[in-house]
């Protein structure tokens, strides 16, 4: 089993529609997690920090944290092709005085116009 | 904006030559990165610092990489001698950590094409 799971897409939205992306991960002692974006070519880009349970929003964008489940999401509201980008998961624990952050592999998004 | 200084940006070497990377951090970040991107693999971490000392290169491949940090300025990933399967894009990112972990800013990237 992967320390953090993706699907790996890709995720097809219209223009307008709400993306969900999903995350799994295996460690229960994480303890903050994080929504990376991505552009083709570019390097990932932090958008979304959560460390507790519940939902965390800015602007379009809202992070889901359910550490019972050991899941966390994204969503994106009023999708844009803009968004179309590969968005990763990452997942932090501290542990031996040190912090360990496991990205996912990454689900691919599509808006379509 | 402040970002995270990489270079050089592009980067193709014949097989057994040295390669060094460069990374400037953001100014008052504590800790250093160093990330290996494949299409296979995702980002894999190669090495971390924090306060210039290193805390974990556990997925480095020690015979032929290693990483500095002569100052807070720089940070170095050398590859020697380097092999085909070294192809990648290699990231630094630089963070702050307080107890928690903030999240980091990812430089640019070095793509490393070894032929």
């Known amino acids: 089993q992967k320390e953090v799971e993706q699907n790996s897409g890709p995720l097809s939205v219209p223009e307008g529609a709400i993306a969900s992306l999903n995350c799994t991960y295996s460690d229960r002692v994480s303890q903050s997690f994080f929504w990376y974006r991505q552009y083709s070519g570019k390097s990932p880009e932090l958008i979304m920090s959560i460390y507790s349970n519940g939902d965390k929003e800015d602007g379009r964008f809202t992070a889901q944290l359910n550490k019972a489940s050991q899941y966390v999401s994204l969503l994106i509201r009023d999708s844009q092709p803009s968004d179309s980008a590969t968005y990763l998961c990452?997942?932090?624990?501290?542990?031996?005085?040190?912090?360990?952050?496991?990205f996912g592999t990454g689900t691919k998004l599509q808006v379509i116009p | 904006d402040a970002r995270v200084t990489q270079t050089p940006r592009d980067k193709v070497t014949e097989m057994g030559q040295e390669v060094t990377m460069r990374c400037q951090p953001i100014?008052?970040?504590?800790?250093v990165f160093w990330y290996r991107q494949t299409m296979m693999q995702g980002l894999e971490l190669l090495a971390y610092?924090?306060?210039?000392?290193?805390?974990?290169d556990s997925g480095m491949p020690k015979d032929r990489f290693s990483a500095e940090m002569p100052d807070a300025t720089l940070a170095t990933l050398k590859i020697q001698p380097s092999e085909p399967r070294d192809s990648a894009v290699y990231f630094c990112?630089?963070?702050?950590?307080?107890?928690?972990?903030?999240?980091?800013?990812f430089g640019s990237g070095t793509r490393l094409t070894v032929v």
């Open positions: 990452a997942v932090n624990r501290y542990s031996g005085g040190y912090q360990k952050v496991t």
């Open positions: 100014l008052g970040h504590n800790t």
């Open positions: 610092f924090r306060n210039r000392a290193p805390l974990d």
């Open positions: 990112a630089s963070g702050l950590e307080q107890g928690n972990n903030y999240g980091y800013t």
